[in-house]
């Protein structure tokens, strides 16, 4: 169905210029602050970071709406197994899109002294959040490509439920808890790598 297609097409190129954003902030962006001069860090403080920031929460916005879309499509599958994983996968896309909107553009305003408030606690509650973003993304294009491509024969509805427990904790970790061993950028890789893993076996085998 054309309609469904040019939808999805817009779904997975803006999410790309999310997501890309997503890991430019974590692996390059955030690790090149560690070390660089001051005046350099605040001259892109003042005219990279709030560019980049625009593109990522505006791709945030337009991969949600078009995935709200898409779910009407989803929505009229048969496939338990597939609109189960499709259905899993929004959920970790949805509280991503939370966490740009209502926790990481807010308190990055405010570390880059857009608006008052208290630096060092926003940039820590946004790279929290930010951290979280990147570990649910495994788990987000788990449930985008298993939908279509990843066979499971029985999946049952308390290993969906386990899943839909276990990525609402990560988000609750994101709004309450600590970066832990997601403070390195090999550290969140591995957490995201073995989150997706955790999920799939919750799925398979429950």
């Not at 979280?132 to 490509?145: A, E, R």
């Not at 439920?161 to 970790?173: K, P």
Request: with cysteine; charged share 10%; glycine share 10%.
């Amino acid at each position: 169905m054309i309609i469904e297609f040019i939808f999805r097409w817009a779904h997975v190129m803006f999410g790309i210029t999310w997501i890309g954003l997503l890991y430019y902030f974590n692996f390059v962006q955030t690790e090149y602050f560690k070390e660089a001069e001051a005046e350099a860090k605040a001259d892109a403080m003042k005219k990279l970071a709030p560019r980049a920031l625009w593109w990522f929460r505006w791709g945030a916005m337009f991969t949600f709406l078009t995935g709200f879309i898409l779910l009407h499509f989803v929505g009229a599958m048969s496939n338990f197994v597939a609109s189960s994983l499709i259905w899993l996968g929004a959920l970790a896309g949805t509280l991503m899109f939370l966490n740009v909107w209502l926790i990481i553009w807010p308190k990055q305003q405010i570390v880059l002294g857009m608006k008052e408030g208290e630096g060092p606690v926003a940039a820590a509650k946004a790279g929290l959040a930010s951290r979280t973003n990147t570990l649910l993304s495994g788990p987000m294009l788990l449930g985008m490509l298993g939908s279509k491509h990843l066979y499971i024969a029985d999946l049952s509805s308390t290993g969906l439920v386990a899943g839909v427990v276990l990525i609402l904790a990560v988000e609750a970790n994101a709004l309450f808890g600590k970066t832990g061993p997601m403070t390195s950028v090999v550290g969140v890789i591995h957490c995201s790598i073995a989150l997706t893993a955790v999920l799939w076996a919750l799925l398979a085998f429950l």
